[in-house]
């Protein structure tokens, strides 16, 4: 229920077209229910049983074939105002995720299962066109529609009132309850373990030669064919239960309509109703049972479209772990230090730290003056790269102070601190799109003789001339085509473009031979008055153009 409500709650913006498609629904409805009301009432005018409401045969029979007319209209009408909603709130919310993955970046998405995030993006938000085409209004419809024939069949006698009220509850609530409860649990693991194959089937596919050339790609299939048994089997148990609650409903609808029926038959007898009064609420209740039937298809199913609003709402209702400062200080660049910075992964949902709970610096103080390089090693694990991530305020340090211009990162407004710093990891992100592209990420009004400027410095101009397009040559989904050397000179000239006053490297050469790497240290040496450079590395070739190195143990 809460679940639907927030659900529910996205609606509020188009709450007049919500109102209008339960309004053709259930006027829509009505004419499918009355049209063998009508029928009804116009064989016992001609059997002389009366002309009800002074009706007569061929008036009975022309209002039967308006609401026939009438139906096929409504049920257009409800079902475009339902599937407008869908896809508006379906774009929404796409606009809301990719907003909140924005806000919740870096940090929340470092060693995060990207699988997993792709499934929520595609399959979950695909999975909520369900809900709002085809549970919300329906609901609504099949309450009033109910409420409405309760008191239509009530007019003849108030036991019949009593039967078809207890037989929409039963078909529209209990046995979708009943059935909601029973696949709960599966339709949310089933949710989960979409995510968890999703994940993955993506690295499967990243690392398929990988898995060719080390003989593990049987292996590897198995495992995908596992996965997909284990889902498969959750699917089959859900698709029983559902054609289960398919036959329970069909059965429920038979029993109240005979139930309806000997009703009429004892009160007919007793007087109590005349024949009019014995035929009309059977033909009425038994006709009705459309709009709870289609609450009673949703029981099993609307299980996994709330599993699967479950993961969405959670991903928006997320709080990032560093919010941004937008009324911050915005200082000129002239160096940074910090003084006894202490750091652990605990609580932070880093997923790729070995041991959260143990810190990962201690003590920490370093000096980083404008204008020099300031290099960092020690072995792996030591807290290097996280020392620039807390530079880029992925996380704030819990003890310890860490300060760039003599102000706490903290204080700085975000979008300044981004400015000021350029971040290159070993591992390039690429995009899809050209090399030009790649590079002016950061600088999009950069010029074609700044770009090459930049590609000069990182010593990948020369490999892109070469290349048919150039630098208008398209690199391929996350760069697939370049090499891993190729793809982390790229990332270099893309931060060399940018031309932020602190450059922050993180094994920036781990993947160049010794030319390149000579030719991008010397690039950096010659551009260190100009900038900032705080350079983490294991090499002591690469340590070699540092003006100071500190060791992290």
Not at 132 to 158: D, E, N, Q, R
Not at 318 to 344: I, M, Y
Not at 377 to 393: A, I, V, Y
Not at 401 to 428: N, Y
Request: proline share 4%; with cysteine; hydrophobic share 45%.
């Amino acid at each position: 229920m809460r679940i639907m409500a927030k659900l529910i709650a996205l609606v509020k913006p188009l709450a007049g077209v919500m109102v209008l498609a339960i309004l053709l629904g259930v006027l829509g409805n009505l004419c499918s229910i009355f049209i063998p009301v009508l029928g009804g009432l116009a064989i016992l005018e001609r059997a002389g049983a009366g002309a009800p409401l002074g009706l007569a045969f061929g008036s009975l029979i022309a209002a039967a074939v308006v609401c026939g007319a009438l139906r096929g209209a409504f049920r257009y009408g409800e079902q475009t105002c339902n599937h407008f909603i869908a896809f508006k709130l379906l774009a929404l919310i796409r606009e809301r995720v990719f907003e909140a993955l924005r806000r919740l970046c870096p940090a929340k998405l470092v060693g995060r299962e990207r699988g997993n995030l792709v499934t929520i993006i595609t399959g979950d938000i695909e999975l909520l066109e369900v809900f709002y085409a085809h549970t919300v209004s329906p609901v609504a419809i099949a309450l009033v529609v109910s409420v409405i024939m309760t008191a239509f069949v009530g007019l003849y006698h108030p036991l019949y009132a009593l039967i078809a009220a207890a037989g929409y509850l039963t078909v529209g609530a209990a046995l979708p309850a009943i059935a909601s409860r029973a696949v709960k649990a599966d339709n949310a693991r089933l949710r989960e373990d979409a995510g968890r194959f999703s994940s993955f089937y993506l690295d499967s596919l990243r690392g398929i030669a990988e898995l060719l050339r080390s003989g593990a790609g049987e292996r590897r299939r198995a495992q995908i064919g596992g996965k997909t048994d284990d889902t498969d089997a959750i699917r089959r148990r859900l698709n029983s239960r559902e054609g289960a609650l398919g036959a329970l409903s069909g059965l429920a609808v038979t029993c109240f309509a005979l139930i309806t029926l000997t009703a009429a038959f004892f009160l007919r007898r007793a007087g109590y109703v005349d024949t009019a009064g014995a035929v009309i609420p059977v033909v009425a209740v038994y006709s009705s049972f459309g709009p709870v039937l289609a609450l009673a298809s949703l029981g099993a199913g609307i299980q996994s479209t709330l599993a699967a609003g479950g993961r969405v709402l959670g991903l928006l209702s997320e709080t990032p772990q560093t919010k941004d400062v937008t009324d911050g200080v915005t200082p000129e660049f002239t160096g940074a230090h910090s003084d006894g910075l202490t750091f652990s992964y605990k609580n932070t949902g880093y997923a790729r730290s070995p041991v959260p709970d143990d810190l990962v610096l201690r003590d920490l103080s370093v000096d980083i003056p404008r204008g020099k390089i300031t290099g960092i090693t020690g072995r792996s694990g030591s807290g290097k790269s996280t020392f620039l991530r807390l530079l880029m305020r992925f996380w704030d340090a819990p003890e310890g102070s860490l300060f760039i211009s003599d102000a706490p990162v903290s204080a700085i407004t975000t979008e300044h601190l981004r400015c000021i710093e350029s971040f290159v990891t070993q591992d390039t992100e690429l995009f899809h799109d050209t090399i030009e592209a790649n590079i002016k990420l950061g600088r999009p009004d950069a010029t074609r003789a700044e770009v090459e400027a930049a590609a000069k410095k990182a010593s990948v101009h020369a490999f892109i001339s070469s290349l048919p397009n150039g630098y208008d040559t398209q690199i391929g989904e996350l760069g697939d085509t370049l090499s891993g050397g190729e793809r982390q000179r790229v990332g270099l000239a893309r931060a060399f473009l940018r031309d932020s006053p602190l450059l922050l490297l993180d094994e920036p050469t781990s993947n160049l031979d010794s030319l390149n790497e000579g030719i991008i240290l010397k690039a950096l040496r010659d551009s260190a008055g100009e900038r900032t450079i705080v350079l983490v590395s294991h090499r002591a070739s690469t340590m070699g153009i540092a003006d100071r190195t500190y060791s992290v143990e």
